[in-house]
RNA sequence: GAUGACUUAGCUCAAUGGUUAAGAGCAUUACGCUGAUACCGUAAAGGUUGAUGGUUCAAGUCCAUCAGUCAUCACCA
């Protein structure tokens, strides 16, 4: 133990965090914490993996800090928590980050590079900024094991997540299908969510839309249509109907297979003519759209309603149509109804297209209809659209692929076969095959609108071409099937905040589809499914022993001529690279002999890190063999699910999601109990950062700059985690200054005068009963503090927490006690007392660093260790192995607080009426009058007169009782108790209050209550229903606040003011001391010009001045050579201050 | 386009539906205090709480509409 506490020359954070570092690491302070308590009720918390083929952010940054704070203050707590690291390796940012390096596209891939060489290129990557992630974790002290980490790409690692398929497998819930995924045809290559997010890839495009006419089929089903027009009077001439369809793509017509309408949505039948071909036609579309199509249409048309116009000549018969609604009536009673093939080819003819074309060319209803664009009705091909195939599915239309994967329509298909659906191929001779196609139907009277239109469409990022819609074969996770589990399990997790887990991830459970696996890239986890060529026999293989198994038995059906080598090596070292394109070389044989190939997917790096809790630890060959359902190694046991995970609010559809999914499809189980979720960081104009703005920040300059305990304190309160953050260096310079300047200077305070006097806590801990109040005060606000911030911490609400802390260590310990307790530490012998401000100081300030430990990890471990070194009081070696603060319930004295804060509030008081009236504090006064409103009040600030005395330089304090007519009082209604009550009467009741005369409130005050006419009729009022304060003191100055009212006595005597000269004179006599650079406890001599105007004074307060000085001489002499000149009240004076001995 | 969140002083944030008709801190200005202070205190200035309606005795707070910002999803006939 050293005998003194340790003095700064300045506030260093920076400094101090690495000299802290370099003990924790000394010192194996986190493993230590970890170890400490073994044996401790396990917390659980999982690392989201981060992806370190990028730099790190500051938005890492706060999402760690939350991470860290939780996990250390639950280590505090007494839990044990584990903390395993872990890397996200695989996935298409690090393929394209490669493919840029290499300057290649993915058709490349295979051609110009092997795989097996891109694939080394992507293991390099991934891990290129380890040591920079390893630096800034380091360095913001985030303790987390990055000794043992888990990482994605290992086999191990790999090897879980194909037994967790396999589990899913044997379920039922893996399987193939189609899906309807984003396909550049110019690049031959299906593109993912991300690819299409890309910035630049929706533009604005022109198209060729086309309003087509399905022609009704006559039937039982549609005969109330055709009935419509035979009892309309007009003309049996035209008896043909059409269904109207809008789309922006004419080439995908040819595979229209259905037409979709909203049952609940109004059509209408309208009787009216081919704008083009100008023949009688009768029309079905949506009602709310017929303004779009006819001239004259209001809301309140109905069937009846015609628009006719007089033909005079043919520019106006071009322009408006005649029209008239002949039937009204609602989607789902068109449901089912027939209609012909819009353009029928060879391709799409149903008659030689059987397994194609199902139950097609029918009105079917969807609940994606609406009636903002086209007719409300939806022409429907199921290869084109995943609204289409799904609805498609479900209605057994079929499914009609009429363009290839080059985007040109297949052979079969007319006079349109080979042709470009786009200009996919910069032929500046292309010709638009939709135009084609609308010309097509509008000769046919098949096109009822054919014109350009404006709208946002994806495009390739790499080609710049349209995408298309294209059914490409995948893999797919029911999720679906286990929705209602998944939204069951969801409302027992504790988000915060809380809408995050209603709201967005909520929405997201309740629309949930099936979970796309499968991804055609190269650098990722296989699917492990070996199929036959067929596709009759499948396996889904679930571990590496399994793979060995089915490798010997192929390998003994001899299928292994070509690749035997390769074989017989992997199978020789017992070691094989779950990576293509090893995998993809390993033939299987099925159960009937035929062999077997892997499917060439990958699967979604999203269940690379939803399986993490499983997969961090890999599987353990004994269990997997015992079939234990939980096959995984030791770490596993007692580490699931996890109590709290924490990561960006754009992980709610990425990680959470598929932790979530993972655990309940696979253990039916929640992942996490807590989920915390943290906003984006915006630079200090509210703007995203990235790197083409430059607004990114530094985090590493950041944190060597100003420190990481001020950039997490910063991040931690400035705003709630969850909120995004506008991020501005002037706040992290705000809140070293304040907050740390504040608390670092609090124990520069103690440790200069503890040195002095040796305290070092030796002595029996002073009773609360026996230590002065403003010491029995201050240690009640930080056991309430400390219970606070607990219930803060317990609820993830760190912000507030940390605030709490600031308003105290600002408010209360600096700014006050300290402040009031100064003379306590450097007056007067070592004795009951002055021990009393120690201990409490020192309690204070060892609670704090406990406190703060979790947010500063740093600050705190440098004041807690250099407090500790002298005192012992803790058997630990870091702040971090500490307990965390538990409130005293019995230190708190909440009526202490209040009058503390009554003297706080006074004393502001009466500063702000010395300043109005221009009397500086070290000038004495005589006293102030303070109006009690009752006996209690009055009693709280007789117990705090002192102080309030002391810190406003008066000399006595004077009540004045509520029963003093000299004092006016004002009432008014206490809104919250009377509101209920009275109601509507509520302002009446108000206004009548503030009429009240003095005599009656004082009627009031005596009985208890008061009757109050209002509106003729008697209100009773009790007391406790409104609130009366002091208002005027006539004839004084007053300030008030709230019901505190302080009238200041102005009046400067000459006694008075002799004794300000002589606290001015120690003022001036202090400051030369201390501008000589004299010891705190050097004895001086003062010899003084005797100045008249001020001789007298001085003289007076002699012993008082000596005193204060530590001035064993003070001398008046007429006349000072070479003094120091000093003005006392506007009268200078020389004097002579040297130092004695 | 859909859904959700947000919008309070120049800036960052407060304010269980309840009243000296919205409070702090920062920044600005002026004056003070300090034998711990890089602080602190007192004051000045700064607001139609994004807009418009509504519910209520009472709205920054609840509801509706609109605008702006952001996020997520989609780009869809």
């Given at each position: 133990m050293s005998a003194k506490y340790r003095e700064f020359t300045g506030l260093n954070l920076p400094a101090f965090e690495q000299e802290i570092l370099a003990r924790w690491s000394e010192t194996g302070a986190f493993e230590r914490s970890v170890s400490l308590r073994e044996g401790a009720t396990p917390f659980v918390f999982y690392e989201g993996p981060p992806s370190a083929n990028g730099m790190p952010g500051i938005h890492h940054v706060i999402s760690r800090t939350l991470k860290d704070l939780v996990c250390r203050y639950k280590t505090m707590k007494g839990f044990q928590v584990k903390r395993k690291g872990g890397w996200d390796t695989h996935g298409l940012p690090i393929e394209l980050g490669v493919e840029k390096e290499l300057g290649i596209t993915k058709e490349d891939i295979g051609k110009k590079i092997s795989v097996e060489e891109y694939n080394k290129k992507c293991r390099e990557a991934v891990l290129r900024y380890k040591d920079k992630w390893d630096d800034l974790t380091r360095k913001m002290g985030y303790w987390v094991d990055l000794n043992d980490p888990y990482i994605t790409f290992k086999n191990e690692y790999i090897e879980t997540l194909w037994w967790l398929l396999k589990e899913l497998y044997k379920k039922g819930l893996l399987y193939e299908s189609v899906s309807i995924q984003p396909y550049s045809p110019a690049a031959g290559t299906g593109l993912s969510s991300h690819e299409l997010n890309q910035p630049g890839t929706y533009k604005d495009v022109k198209d060729t839309s086309c309003v087509a006419m399905f022609k009704a089929v006559r039937d039982e089903k549609s005969e109330f249509l055709f009935k419509a027009i035979l009892n309309n009077e007009q003309g049996t001439s035209n008896d043909e109907i059409f269904f109207l369809a809008w789309t922006t793509t004419p080439w995908t017509l040819p595979s229209n297979l259905g037409l979709t309408v909203g049952a609940n949505i109004d059509y209408v039948l309208v009787k009216t003519t081919n704008p083009y071909l100008y023949n009688p036609i009768n029309v079905v579309l949506a009602k709310q759209l017929m303004p779009k199509y006819f001239d004259g249409t209001s809301t309140s048309d109905g069937v009846g309603t015609k628009y006719s116009i007089i033909i005079q000549d043919d520019s106006i018969k071009k322009k408006s149509v005649e029209w008239e609604i002949i039937a009204e009536f609602k989607g789902s009673q068109i449901e089912g109804c027939r209609?012909?093939?819009?353009?029928?080819?060879?391709?799409?003819?149903?008659?030689?297209?059987?397994?194609?074309?199902?139950?097609?060319?029918?009105?079917?209803?969807?609940?994606?209809?609406?009636?903002?664009?086209?007719?409300?009705?939806?022409?429907?091909?199921?290869?084109?659209?995943?609204?289409?195939?799904?609805?498609?599915?479900?209605?057994?239309?079929?499914?009609?692929?009429?363009?290839?994967?080059?985007?040109?329509?297949?052979?079969?298909?007319?006079?349109?076969?080979?042709?470009?659906?786009?200009?996919?191929?910069?032929?500046?001779?292309?010709?638009?095959?939709?135009?084609?196609?609308?010309?097509?139907?509008?000769?046919?009277?098949?096109?009822?609108?054919?014109?350009?239109?404006?709208?946002s469409y994806p495009h390739c990022w790499r080609t710049d071409k349209p995408v298309l819609y294209y059914p490409l074969d995948a893999w797919f996770i029911k999720t679906t099937a286990i929705k209602d589990r998944m939204v069951q399990l969801n409302k027992t997790i504790n988000w915060k905040p809380k809408s995050t887990g209603e709201g967005r991830f909520g929405n997201w459970l309740e629309n949930m589809v099936d979970w796309n696996l499968s991804r055609s890239r190269f650098w990722g986890t296989p699917l492990p499914i070996w199929k036959t060529e067929d596709g009759g026999e499948e396996k889904c293989i679930g571990s590496i022993e399994e793979l060995k198994k089915e490798i010997e038995k192929a390998n003994k059906a001899g299928f292994y001529e070509s690749t035997a080598k390769i074989i017989a090596q992997i199978l020789q070292r017992g070691k094989i690279d779950l990576h293509k394109p090893y995998v993809d070389e390993i033939i299987l044989v099925s159960d009937s002999g035929k062999p077997m190939k892997r499917v060439p997917d990958l699967i979604d790096v999203w269940f690379d890190s939803g399986a993490m809790p499983y997969a961090q630890w890999g599987l353990d060959q004994q269990k997997l063999k015992e079939g234990n359902s939980f096959p995984f190694r030791e770490g596993w046991d007692g580490a699931f699910p996890a109590d709290f995970i924490a990561e960006g609010v754009d992980q709610t559809r990425g990680w959470f999601y598929t932790l979530h999914a993972i655990a309940v499809l696979v253990f039916d189980s929640v992942a996490y109990k807590t989920c915390v979720s943290n906003g984006l960081v915006l630079d200090?104009?509210?703007?995203?950062?990235?790197?083409?703005?430059?607004?990114?920040?530094?985090?590493?300059?950041?944190?060597?700059?100003?420190?990481?305990?001020a950039t997490r304190w910063y991040l931690i309160t400035n705003a709630s985690p969850w909120d995004n953050m506008k991020f501005d260096i002037d706040g992290i310079k705000e809140v070293q200054r304040k907050f740390f300047g504040t608390l670092y200077n609090t124990y520069q305070f103690f440790a200069l005068y503890a040195n002095v006097d040796g305290f070092a806590f030796k002595e029996k801990y002073v009773p609360l009963n026996e230590r002065p109040e403003i010491d029995r005060w201050i240690l009640s606000?930080?056991?309430?503090?400390?219970?606070?911030?607990?219930?803060?911490?317990?609820?993830?609400?760190?912000?507030?927490?940390?605030?709490?802390?600031?308003?105290?260590?600002?408010?209360?310990?600096?700014?006050?006690?300290?402040?009031?307790?100064?003379?306590?530490?450097?007056?007067?012998?070592?004795?009951?007392?002055?021990?009393?401000?120690?201990?409490?100081?020192?309690?204070?300030?060892?609670?704090?660093?406990?406190?703060?430990?979790?947010i500063s990890p740093f600050f705190s471990d440098n004041l807690f260790q250099n407090l500790n070194a002298v005192t012992g009081r803790h058997k630990v070696e870091s702040v971090h192995h500490a307990d965390y603060p538990v409130a005293n319930a019995g230190a708190i004295d909440l009526p202490l607080e209040e009058r503390m804060q009554l003297a706080q509030d006074a004393s502001s008081l009466i500063l702000s009426l010395r300043k109005k009236v221009n009397i500086k504090v070290r000038q004495p006064l005589q006293k102030v009058l303070i109006p009690v409103l009752n006996p209690s009040m009055k009693e709280q600030l007789q117990r705090v007169e002192d102080l309030i005395k002391a810190e406003v330089n008066v000399k006595e304090v004077e009540y004045l009782n509520t029963d003093n007519t000299f004092i006016s009082k004002k009432i008014k209604p206490n809104f919250v108790?009377?509101?209920?009550?009275?109601?509507?009467?509520?302002?009446?009741?108000?206004?009548?209050?503030?009429?009240?005369?003095?005599?009656?409130?004082?009627?009031?005050?005596?009985a208890g209550q008061f009757n109050l006419p209002v509106d003729g009729e008697p209100v009773i009022l009790q007391i406790a229903e409104v609130e009366i304060s002091s208002e005027d003191i006539p004839g004084w100055t007053v300030a008030n606040k709230g019901s505190l009212t302080v009238a200041l006595d102005v009046t400067v005597t000459p006694e008075l003011e002799a004794e300000g000269n002589a606290r001015e004179f120690v003022n001036r006599i202090q400051k030369i001391r201390k501008d000589s650079g004299f010891e705190l406890t050097d004895r001086i001599e003062v010899k003084a010009s005797a100045i008249n105007a001020l001789k007298d004074s001085l003289a007076r307060f002699k012993d008082y001045i000596c005193a204060e000085i530590l001035a064993d001489k003070l001398e008046f002499m007429p006349e000072i050579q070479d003094g120091t000149e000093i003005e006392i009240n506007d009268v200078s004076l020389n004097v002579i201050v040297s130092k004695k001995g």
């Amino acid at each position: 133990m050293s005998a003194k506490y340790r003095e700064f020359t300045g506030l260093n954070l920076p400094a101090f965090e690495q000299e802290i570092l370099a003990r924790w690491s000394e010192t194996g302070a986190f493993e230590r914490s970890v170890s400490l308590r073994e044996g401790a009720t396990p917390f659980v918390f999982y690392e989201g993996p981060p992806s370190a083929n990028g730099m790190p952010g500051i938005h890492h940054v706060i999402s760690r800090t939350l991470k860290d704070l939780v996990c250390r203050y639950k280590t505090m707590k007494g839990f044990q928590v584990k903390r395993k690291g872990g890397w996200d390796t695989h996935g298409l940012p690090i393929e394209l980050g490669v493919e840029k390096e290499l300057g290649i596209t993915k058709e490349d891939i295979g051609k110009k590079i092997s795989v097996e060489e891109y694939n080394k290129k992507c293991r390099e990557a991934v891990l290129r900024y380890k040591d920079k992630w390893d630096d800034l974790t380091r360095k913001m002290g985030y303790w987390v094991d990055l000794n043992d980490p888990y990482i994605t790409f290992k086999n191990e690692y790999i090897e879980t997540l194909w037994w967790l398929l396999k589990e899913l497998y044997k379920k039922g819930l893996l399987y193939e299908s189609v899906s309807i995924q984003p396909y550049s045809p110019a690049a031959g290559t299906g593109l993912s969510s991300h690819e299409l997010n890309q910035p630049g890839t929706y533009k604005d495009v022109k198209d060729t839309s086309c309003v087509a006419m399905f022609k009704a089929v006559r039937d039982e089903k549609s005969e109330f249509l055709f009935k419509a027009i035979l009892n309309n009077e007009q003309g049996t001439s035209n008896d043909e109907i059409f269904f109207l369809a809008w789309t922006t793509t004419p080439w995908t017509l040819p595979s229209n297979l259905g037409l979709t309408v909203g049952a609940n949505i109004d059509y209408v039948l309208v009787k009216t003519t081919n704008p083009y071909l100008y023949n009688p036609i009768n029309v079905v579309l949506a009602k709310q759209l017929m303004p779009k199509y006819f001239d004259g249409t209001s809301t309140s048309d109905g069937v009846g309603t015609k628009y006719s116009i007089i033909i005079q000549d043919d520019s106006i018969k071009k322009k408006s149509v005649e029209w008239e609604i002949i039937a009204e009536f609602k989607g789902s009673q068109i449901e089912g109804c027939r209609y012909d093939q819009l353009l029928k080819f060879d391709a799409n003819n149903p008659r030689f297209n059987k397994e194609a074309v199902g139950d097609a060319f029918k009105v079917i209803a969807g609940d994606f209809v609406t009636t903002e664009d086209g007719t409300g009705i939806v022409h429907t091909a199921p290869a084109f659209g995943a609204d289409d195939y799904k609805i498609g599915i479900k209605n057994n239309l079929g499914f009609l692929i009429g363009v290839d994967r080059t985007g040109r329509f297949i052979q079969g298909m007319g006079e349109f076969a080979g042709r470009y659906v786009k200009n996919y191929t910069d032929d500046p001779n292309y010709v638009d095959v939709n135009i084609d196609i609308a010309v097509k139907l509008k000769k046919e009277n098949r096109a009822f609108k054919v014109e350009k239109y404006e709208h946002s469409y994806p495009h390739c990022w790499r080609t710049d071409k349209p995408v298309l819609y294209y059914p490409l074969d995948a893999w797919f996770i029911k999720t679906t099937a286990i929705k209602d589990r998944m939204v069951q399990l969801n409302k027992t997790i504790n988000w915060k905040p809380k809408s995050t887990g209603e709201g967005r991830f909520g929405n997201w459970l309740e629309n949930m589809v099936d979970w796309n696996l499968s991804r055609s890239r190269f650098w990722g986890t296989p699917l492990p499914i070996w199929k036959t060529e067929d596709g009759g026999e499948e396996k889904c293989i679930g571990s590496i022993e399994e793979l060995k198994k089915e490798i010997e038995k192929a390998n003994k059906a001899g299928f292994y001529e070509s690749t035997a080598k390769i074989i017989a090596q992997i199978l020789q070292r017992g070691k094989i690279d779950l990576h293509k394109p090893y995998v993809d070389e390993i033939i299987l044989v099925s159960d009937s002999g035929k062999p077997m190939k892997r499917v060439p997917d990958l699967i979604d790096v999203w269940f690379d890190s939803g399986a993490m809790p499983y997969a961090q630890w890999g599987l353990d060959q004994q269990k997997l063999k015992e079939g234990n359902s939980f096959p995984f190694r030791e770490g596993w046991d007692g580490a699931f699910p996890a109590d709290f995970i924490a990561e960006g609010v754009d992980q709610t559809r990425g990680w959470f999601y598929t932790l979530h999914a993972i655990a309940v499809l696979v253990f039916d189980s929640v992942a996490y109990k807590t989920c915390v979720s943290n906003g984006l960081v915006l630079d200090k104009n509210g703007n995203k950062m990235s790197k083409r703005l430059g607004n990114v920040v530094d985090p590493f300059k950041t944190i060597e700059t100003f420190g990481a305990d001020a950039t997490r304190w910063y991040l931690i309160t400035n705003a709630s985690p969850w909120d995004n953050m506008k991020f501005d260096i002037d706040g992290i310079k705000e809140v070293q200054r304040k907050f740390f300047g504040t608390l670092y200077n609090t124990y520069q305070f103690f440790a200069l005068y503890a040195n002095v006097d040796g305290f070092a806590f030796k002595e029996k801990y002073v009773p609360l009963n026996e230590r002065p109040e403003i010491d029995r005060w201050i240690l009640s606000s930080l056991n309430t503090l400390v219970k606070r911030v607990n219930e803060f911490m317990d609820d993830y609400e760190p912000t507030q927490a940390g605030r709490l802390i600031e308003d105290f260590v600002d408010e209360h310990l600096s700014n006050w006690y300290v402040r009031l307790c100064r003379r306590r530490f450097w007056k007067g012998e070592y004795e009951q007392d002055k021990i009393c401000a120690y201990q409490t100081l020192y309690e204070c300030l060892e609670t704090l660093t406990r406190l703060i430990a979790p947010i500063s990890p740093f600050f705190s471990d440098n004041l807690f260790q250099n407090l500790n070194a002298v005192t012992g009081r803790h058997k630990v070696e870091s702040v971090h192995h500490a307990d965390y603060p538990v409130a005293n319930a019995g230190a708190i004295d909440l009526p202490l607080e209040e009058r503390m804060q009554l003297a706080q509030d006074a004393s502001s008081l009466i500063l702000s009426l010395r300043k109005k009236v221009n009397i500086k504090v070290r000038q004495p006064l005589q006293k102030v009058l303070i109006p009690v409103l009752n006996p209690s009040m009055k009693e709280q600030l007789q117990r705090v007169e002192d102080l309030i005395k002391a810190e406003v330089n008066v000399k006595e304090v004077e009540y004045l009782n509520t029963d003093n007519t000299f004092i006016s009082k004002k009432i008014k209604p206490n809104f919250v108790a009377l509101g209920k009550k009275l109601g509507s009467k509520m302002k009446a009741v108000s206004a009548a209050l503030t009429e009240l005369k003095q005599d009656e409130i004082a009627l009031f005050e005596k009985a208890g209550q008061f009757n109050l006419p209002v509106d003729g009729e008697p209100v009773i009022l009790q007391i406790a229903e409104v609130e009366i304060s002091s208002e005027d003191i006539p004839g004084w100055t007053v300030a008030n606040k709230g019901s505190l009212t302080v009238a200041l006595d102005v009046t400067v005597t000459p006694e008075l003011e002799a004794e300000g000269n002589a606290r001015e004179f120690v003022n001036r006599i202090q400051k030369i001391r201390k501008d000589s650079g004299f010891e705190l406890t050097d004895r001086i001599e003062v010899k003084a010009s005797a100045i008249n105007a001020l001789k007298d004074s001085l003289a007076r307060f002699k012993d008082y001045i000596c005193a204060e000085i530590l001035a064993d001489k003070l001398e008046f002499m007429p006349e000072i050579q070479d003094g120091t000149e000093i003005e006392i009240n506007d009268v200078s004076l020389n004097v002579i201050v040297s130092k004695k001995g």
